[in-house]
Every structure is written in structure tokens, then in C-alpha cells.
């Protein structure tokens, strides 16, 4: 069987990202070239492409990189101008999109018409649990690392949030604790699908079992007098409770891991919690990378684990093929795989959705001509990974 035909018959089935940071839209300011890729992860390098000047340099040293590669593809397909950006028609491609992104339907028809996104589930962490006021487009995940640092009335996580600024001060542990389960079961009735942990951007993902009085110990301390391990016991005390509440209220639990804070965000590290906790469902971000064979390992070894590609075929298409390949042959069955596109604009959004379906047609249609699948079985595990599967996790709209 062709790549190609397998590559096609994915165009036809409808998508539900796991995983979004949309921005509201249309947008406040131009939509420039500059300013998606500011707002994209082809941002996270070494070339200031906003300073005209280095435009050919960022080109040249960043034509290989799976950020850009597909971004740049996704770009093309919108705007076609030629296959690629170059020093030339960087200026007119940038009016393009700049006109394009300030209608203010042009999200909507990339999102429904080009993405076939049927819905996305949005991180919105600069607003925790918000569906960026378009619940027709959005299934809210609420966003829980706020709770992990805010022992003091001082202290916030890397996106500078503090839970008692935003849930309400609280005189001592007990009121903490029952803040965050009343928080979690408001957030759920107003429609949030899941929780997030995106924690391997502020910490370790090595929680612990601690007693509650030695957490306790650690609230209502200024930042100033808590040492690393009192903040260590006490956010690994939160997590820990934080399981037992998505369990308590059936929101699967979606953590990041890989990269970010990379000494400590190996996937392994979560085993203690994903055994402590049968009853809620570890979804594992990013496929771990680079750790992704211990990925398909431990949706191997626990019924509670499910592997969410959401930006891997971005940060590395071939990891995500290899990581799909291990991940069909290894895991307890493959109602545990989603894919979500991790992006600001539907426009990198829709890049990172082509680099999926490549990555899925080429291992898919490997497969096949393999002998290792039947055609009808692979187009089974394409649906499965493009929509089927987040549906039944999540729960249909
Ligand atoms: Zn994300």
C-alpha cells in the first residue's frame, strides 16, 4: 500500500486535539510572520528572526528542524507561496498572513475546515480552566500547578500564578486542602475534561509519599523561609492529593513529561503515583522525550496510563514514528494513544496535525506492507488515535 493513499484516507476522518494553548482570536496585534513564529516553538532557538537582518540566517540553520519544517508546510499550505519562505517573500507572506488572521473567521475555518477538528480540549494557563470563551470549539483542562506552590500567599509557579490569589486565602491546612477539592469539583461542573500538570516546567516529576503534618508544617511559611526540601515535601503531598482527586472526580489526569526541566522530566519518575493511584487515569504528554521506549513501557505496564503524542512529531518526527511503532506492539491496547497539537495559533496547530498524520500514515501503511496488519485494522488504529480514543477518555461533546 502507498504512504500516499494511507496519508489521504487520513484527511477524511475528523480530529480531536487533546491539547491546546489557543490564543483568543482574531488577534489584538498583526499576525505578522514574526510574531506566529513568536508565538510558535521555531522561537525556541538560537536566531532572533525578528531582527530583518538575520532572516537568511534563521532560514538556513533552521531548515532541517521539525518545529519549522512542518510549520513552514502548514504555512504553504494556507497561503502558497511556492513551498518555501524565503528572505524574498518573507515581507509579502507576512501581509498575507497579517490580513488573513485579522478576519475574524479565518481561525475557525483552519480549526474546523482544514484541521476537521471536530473540538480541542484548551490549556489556557494564563486563565486556568477557561475554554477561551468558545465552548463550542473548546473542552476546557484545568491547569493545577498553581496549588503544588502556593503554600504562602507569596510564592507562584513558573506561570506566576499563586491558588490562594485565585480560589481564595486561606487561614490553615485543612481550609487549603478543601480548597483544591472544592476548586476541582467547580471546575469540573463548568465543564472542565481533565486536569493538567504542566510541573516539569517548575520541578522534579519525582513525587513522593510525605504525612500530611509535614506538609502541614510548610503552609503559611513566607517563601523566603522555605527551604527546597520543605517546598519538595509539600508540593509532593499536593500532587499526590491532586491524584486522589481526579480519581474522585473521573478527570483524567494529563502531565507533562520530557524536556522542560529535563534532569527530572524522565517519565519513570511518576511510577510511585501511577501505582499509588489505580483509579486515575495518567495521561503521559510528549511521548517522555527522549525517553520514549520508557514511554510505551509503562503503557505497558499499567491499565492507568495512556500516551498523549501531542507535540512530539513536532519536536522530533522521527522519535514520534519510533515511539508509535513501540507503542503498537507494546501497549495493553491502543484505546491508549491521543494526539493533541500543543500551539498559540491554529495556524502552528495545523502544522503540527500534518506532521502527525504523517508520522501515522508511514508507521500505519508500514504495517501493512509489512504483513504485520490488515488495511481495515490500521484505518481502525487511525481513527482510534485521531478521534475514537479521546472520546472515550475524555468523554464525548
Ligand atoms: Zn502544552
Redesign the pocket.
Known sequence: MNVQDFREYLDSLPVIST?E?HLKFPPDEPATLERLFSRSYVAWGNVDFRVKANRARFLDVNCGRSYFVWYEKALNDLFDFGGEITETNWDEISEKTSSALADKHFHERVFSEKCRYSWAIQ?SYWDPGSDNSRPDLYAPTFRINSFVFSYSYDSVDHNSNNAQHLYGKCEDFDEYLGMIDRVIGEMKAKGCVALKS?LAYDRPLDFREHNKADAAKVFGKSKADVSAGEEKVFGDFIFDYICELAAKYSLPFQN?TGLAKLSGSNPMNLIPMIEKHPETRFVL?HGGFPWTEETAALAHNYPNVVIDL??LPAISTSAAERLLRTFLETAMDCSRITWGG?CWFVTESYGHLLAAKYVIAKVLSGKVNSGYLSRHRAERIAQRILSENAIEIYGSR
Open positions: 491539547h494553548h490549556d504542566a507533562h504528554f501531542c507535540w500543543d
